[in-house]
């Protein structure tokens, strides 16, 4: 493959991505910025971000040090930016990258443990393509196997051997994209995911097709698993519950103004769905029935997360708002003034967000339900970068 070509392969996904990433043309600009798309992690007392610039940062979470920061040592002609989820396999913190690498690191000391010359070749591409993009989730499940959803409408299973390489299992091909993490469904042994193409799949460990449900418009978020249903919101602005062993109907939501992006939250028999109409659903998960709306001013496009009886979410525009789940009641609010792209990741009474200007912010939950800024730290790619030494001023 030539350098020509190579360059417009980059062009046609940094376009995919571009167009997945919101509200179309706006956010381009406040991405290129900083960082702000990949979901942070939280494992013991560090939690992990990959940012814009393909790298992988670890942090503590009580001081906001920095312990490490690695590479996804991707060429100069590939595109960086970490779309997905940091997560957690074999005691090492992976990630996925949009040239389509798994990369593993130390926890530790964030050293490359897994051979990028040993499993590329086993892990989605030869050494001359670039892609497929990992912008969705991978998912870890049976305790050695994971999922890797792609942006060719593959969803790749792999098993992890002893010998810390990743064996190819078996692949599922949608009709389009993949943005989201599929979701393992242990009682019945299938794996569910939604696809760019408007169906959601179900299939078996060997990529076998139990059953799909057709959708008029594209998922792009991940199902939620309740009992014997899944849940889960498309892009028609409808939202669905379906049977988990047939994949026929259960009800069907479709009476707000916006996409369902985010993937919702369960708790207790209600969904929580945001959209980008500006509004939280809470809808009752037996029934499809609304519970109650919350109204805001901004699209959403992060998934809420819950802690105790509050119900934390912070719109595209960077409004914090934390609302008592049941009433709706609103208990505090922080405006950061900064765009955020990435969901709330939740850890005992604290959330980690980061946002769009190249940050980490930190918040404890407070008991009545003020967020109260633990820290926010810049964290710019360029070691040398004075922006990483200023001090910012907390808005909370």
């Not at 709306?293 to 595209?316: A, C, G, R």
């Amino acid at each position: 493959m030539n350098k020509l070509q190579i360059l417009k392969n980059i062009k046609s996904y940094i376009l995919i991505s571009f167009i997945v990433s919101l509200c179309m043309v706006s956010c381009v600009g406040d991405r290129m910025k900083g960082s702000g798309w990949a979901t942070p992690f939280v494992e013991g007392n560090n939690v992990y971000i990959g940012t814009i610039e393909g790298e992988l940062i670890s942090i503590d979470i009580m001081t906001a040090k920095e312990n490490w920061r690695a590479s996804s040592l991707d060429s100069e002609f590939l595109p960086k930016s970490i779309y997905s989820k940091p997560f957690l396999f074999d005691g090492k913190i992976f990630i996925g990258t949009p040239a389509g690498k798994l990369l593993g690191f130390n926890m530790n000391s964030g050293l490359d443990e897994v051979s990028l010359q040993d499993i590329e070749q086993r892990v989605l591409l030869a050494e001359e393509q670039i892609g497929p993009v990992i912008v969705g989730n991978i998912l870890s499940f049976m305790d050695n196997y994971i999922a890797i959803p792609s942006s060719d409408g593959q969803l790749s299973l792999f098993q992890y051997e002893q010998n810390e390489m990743f064996e190819p299992i078996c692949s599922f091909k949608s009709n389009d994209s993949l943005w989201a993490k599929p979701v393992w469904d242990k009682d019945n042994q299938q794996l569910i995911f939604g696809s760019m193409d408007g169906n959601l799949y179900s299939i078996n460990k060997d990529c076998d097709l139990n059953w799909k449900f057709v959708t008029s418009s594209s998922i792009v978020s991940s199902p939620v698993l309740d009992g014997d249903k899944i849940i889960f919101g498309t892009l028609n602005r409808s939202f669905y519950s379906v049977d988990l062993l047939n994949g026929l109907l259960n009800w069907h939501f479709n009476d707000s103004k916006g996409w369902f992006w985010a993937e919702p939250v369960l708790d207790s028999g209600i969904i929580y769905a945001s959209n980008l109409d500006g509004n939280i659903y809470a809808i009752r998960s037996n029934s499809g029935q609304i519970m109650w709306i919350y109204k805001t001013e901004n699209p959403i496009i992060s998934s809420p997360v819950i802690i105790d009886d509050f119900l934390i979410f912070i719109s595209k525009q960077g409004e914090l708002q934390v609302i008592h789940k049941d009433t709706k009641r609103k208990l505090g609010s922080c405006n950061i003034n900064q765009k955020v792209y990435s969901s709330i990741e939740s850890y005992e009474n604290k959330i980690f967000i980061q946002v769009s200007d190249g940050s980490l912010r930190a918040y404890t939950i407070k008991k009545n339900g003020n967020p109260d800024e633990l820290w926010n730290r810049p964290f710019f790619t360029g070691e040398n970068d004075k922006r990483n030494n200023e001090d910012w001023d907390p808005v909370c």
